[in-house]
């Protein structure tokens, strides 16, 4: 069983559209991460989000973090091909391990 | 700045044998993880360092996997003897004092015949 859920496992849209992604979990944690990990290499740290309710930017995706520090979201405005590929959130307990979600594979179609 | 460094990419062995993965993290960083990823499992920790010392290696399947720390800048898991089950993406991250955020390196993909 995952500490972390993620939803939907899949996610398939076309250019241009937008989508968000979510990850819920019953546990607090110090921090939780979004990585996006492309096929044949390793995940690439997105952004963190520590303070509850917290709402980050970075271009076209907005992460926000739920204010019991329990679940997060990422958007994505006007998704591009470049978005395609495989998101993990990853919650992070006081002594630094992660624990990953299973991920949503999002396929951007042009 | 390199990021982390894992050797081999790709590593096909016979079941039995032993192998050696290799990974060098970003300097600096004095916390080490490797994981295990796999389509039916996920990502999964094995063992993490910090300081060179190995702190919970509670993820580690079972006594054939074993991990080292010899040193701030070199890390090795070894699978003795490997079976086909082993086989997977392996992965390994580094992370800075204070720092919740993990920089991964290319992995290694083990398949095991």
Known sequence: TQLLEQSPQFLSIQEGENLTVYCNSSSVFSSLQWYRQEPGEGPVLL??????????KLKRLTF???DARKDSSLHITAAQPGDTGLYLCAGATNDYKLSFGAGTTVTVRA | ????????????????????LRCKPISGHNSL???????????ELLIYFNNNVPIDDSGMPEDRFSAKMPNASFSTLKIQPSEPRDSAVYFCASGGQGMYEQY????TRLTVT
């Open chain 2, 104 to 107: 991964f390196g290319p992995g």
């Open chain 1, 64 to 66: 926000q973090f739920g």
């Open chain 2, 1 to 20: 700045d390199a990021g982390v460094i894992q050797s081999p990419r790709h590593e096909v062995t016979e079941m039995g044998q032993e192998v050696t």
């Open chain 2, 33 to 43: 993880f490797w994981y295990r990823q796999t389509m039916m499992r996920g990502l």
């Open chain 1, 47 to 56: 952004v963190t989000v520590v303070t509850g309710g917290e709402v980050k």
